[in-house]
């Protein structure tokens, strides 16, 4: 970028170097504007005839140009670009959604070029209209030859960001105890509520059972028969592997066993299988408080139908002490 001095009427078409602010205090036009032929009337109109601008040089892309380009290749799914001043664009949210981060890629890319990119957390819940993303330039200009590294960076390896939807997101809960399962019930059917409310969702399929294996297998195919989204088991007692009831009754009925402990707190105890594309979570503990666990940072890509694997439950361990 190439800074001066001109005259205010020669500065149409270029961009201003700082801020200009009215003799009251309050601001004119702001840093990186590009000056108008209106503009110039109204500074005219101020006393002003000199201004402090810059302009392209070849080689260069513009601040505004360069944030828009990466924004529209940056990610996919349910969001708008919205540009902001200042070199800015911000990724929104257009309806409920989860949002998906491939973090490796996002450390790479903001080490490459004057743009950088910042998120939500991998696998966070964005309402509708929720911010999910802002891409921010180096003020003025970005050298053209940064801006297509990181692009064909992007084209070859991204998205970076998914926004997948949750779209009519059902739940089902299976509630346990070794004597009477109405006493799970009981018990965690308030904690219940306010968990899924975070979310937007409410229990659409709900039993309760003793903790034996065959009553658990038979309460988890008639759930699993309504399709949800997903089967939470909120049980009174907690196990020590897969190879107790709650597992035994998973595998029972074809589950597949994705993972045991989570190196998440609270929530380590975590037991996740899948019945053909339908997980079913077992999270003892989690449904006696109303604090985030690990069925807050799970929910919200499995709502969206996205199948979590077992070595991104071990990633969770980076940030995994919510409490």
């Known amino acids: 970028m190439k800074a001066q001095t001109v005259d205010v009427k020669e500065s149409s078409g270029r961009i201003l170097c700082c801020t200009i602010f009215r003799s009251s205090g309050k601001k004119l036009l702001a840093k990186g504007h590009v000056i108008s032929e209106e ?15 810059t302009e392209l040089e070849d080689g260069e892309v513009g601040e505004d140009d360069a944030v828009a380009t990466v924004a529209s290749e940056m990610g996919c799914g349910c969001y708008e670009i919205r540009m902001a ?25 903001n080490c490459t070029a004057s743009v950088v990119i910042a998120t939500t957390p991998n696998f966070s819940f ?34 970076i960001l998914q926004a997948r939807p949750v779209r009519s997101p059902s739940i089902g809960v299976l509630y346990t105890d070794p004597v009477n399962g109405e006493r799970g019930r009981q018990l965690f059917e308030g904690i219940m509520r306010q968990r899924l409310e975070r979310f937007g969702v409410a229990t659409n399929f709900v039993l309760a059972s003793t903790e034996e294996e065959g009553a658990v297998a038979r309460s988890l195919q008639h759930l699993l028969r309504s399709k949800p989204s997903v089967v939470l088991i909120a049980s009174t007692t907690a196990p020590a592997g897969p ?3 709650i597992g035994r009754a998973m595998q029972r009925i074809g589950g597949h066993m994705e993972r045991f402990l989570a190196p998440v707190e609270p929530g380590s105890l975590l037991l996740l299988a899948y019945k053909d594309d339908i997980p079913v979570i077992s999270a003892p503990g989690c449904f006696r408080s109303a604090k985030p666990n690990v069925i807050d940072l799970l929910l919200p890509p499995l709502l969206a139908r996205y199948r979590v694997s077992g070595w991104e439950i071990a990633c969770l361990g980076h940030g995994g002490l919510l409490a």
């Open 243 to 245: 190879e107790d009831v």
């Open 85 to 109: 001043a200042g070199g800015r664009a911000n990724l929104v949210a257009t309806e409920n959604c989860c949002v998906l981060v491939d973090d490796e890629l996002l450390r790479q890319l």
């Open 39 to 53: 503009d110039i009337r109204v500074l005219e109109s101020e006393g002003m005839d000199k201004i402090w601008v």
């Open 126 to 159: 964005a309402m509708a209209g929720q911010r999910i993303a802002s891409v921010k330039s180096a003020p003025f200009a970005v050298a053209r030859d940064q801006l297509d590294t990181l692009v064909s960076i992007i084209k070859e390896r991204g998205p």
